[in-house]
């Protein structure tokens, strides 16, 4: 069966200082790795996705992700946390090969400190 | 930027009456989404749509539920007979392809 563990429910960080959000994954299959963020009283925004073509992903506002096959990690970082980043983190799976439903980690939130 | 919309943001009702729930895909979008999450768990798939017809749905998904696109534009879930425990944040979504799908800012559901 296919899961999504996030292993951290809070990560709390000072502006400035480098973000980590670990994500691994359980998959039989290839799948398709995305990061979803969700800021208050907001939708869920792709942040990136990962597809089986380069294993570092570059997305927006400064963000990426390494796939890591053996080690079955998908874990989204960022150099220097803005206070905007606070916000729920999402990471999500989806098997490729005509399967379409995502399957949700349980999300961490971001706290960002002057 | 295209988005997908969805209305109303704040639903409440009583348990045992039926409620629509609207979605306004991005409009060359060809597959559809439902989605919900109860308040401390996690984001759970309802059902796909595509040509039409559902593609997929969860367990979650009972006789209770339904969905349609009775126009061009709109996409929507129907939940016949509520009950307390369907309160909850629930997020349309649509992709282009089998690919990347995009959310709108949901719908929060009470029942009563």
């Known amino acids: 069966a296919q899961s999504v563990t996030q292993l951290d429910s809070h990560v709390s960080v000072s502006e400035g200082t480098p973000v980590l959000l670990r994500c691994n994954y359980s998959?039989?299959?290839?799948?398709?790795l995305f990061w979803y963020v969700q800021h208050p009283n907001k939708g869920l925004q792709l942040l990136l996705k990962?597809?089986?073509?380069?294993?570092l992903v570059k997305g927006i506002n400064g963000f990426e992700a390494e796939f890591k096959k053996s080690e079955t990690s998908f874990h989204l970082t960022k150099p220097s946390a803005h206070m905007s980043d606070a916000a729920e983190y999402f990471c999500?799976?989806?098997?490729?090969?005509?399967?379409?439903?995502?399957?949700f980690g349980a999300g961490t939130r971001l706290a960002v400190h002057p | 930027e295209p988005e997908v919309t969805q209305t109303p943001s704040h639903q409440v009702t009583q348990m045992g009456q039926e409620v629509i729930l609207r979605c306004v895909p991005i409009?060359?979008?060809?597959?559809f989404y439902w989605y919900r999450q109860i308040l401390g768990q996690k984001v759970e798939f309802l059902v796909s749509?595509?040509?039409?017809?559902?593609?997929?749905k969860s367990e979650i998904f009972d006789d209770q539920f339904s969905v349609e696109r009775p126009d061009g534009s709109n996409f929507t879930l129907k939940i016949r007979s509520t009950k307390l425990e369907d309160s909850a944040m629930y997020f349309c979504?649509?992709?282009?392809?089998?690919?990347?799908?995009?959310f709108g800012p949901g719908t929060r559901l009470t029942v009563l």
């Open positions: 979504a649509s992709s282009e392809g089998q690919d990347t799908q995009y």
């Open positions: 998959s039989s299959y290839s799948p398709s």
């Open positions: 990962y597809t089986s073509a380069a294993t």
């Open positions: 999500v799976v989806k098997l490729t090969g005509g399967y379409n439903k995502l399957i």
């Open positions: 409009s060359n979008h060809l597959y």
């Open positions: 749509f595509y040509n039409n017809e559902i593609s997929e």
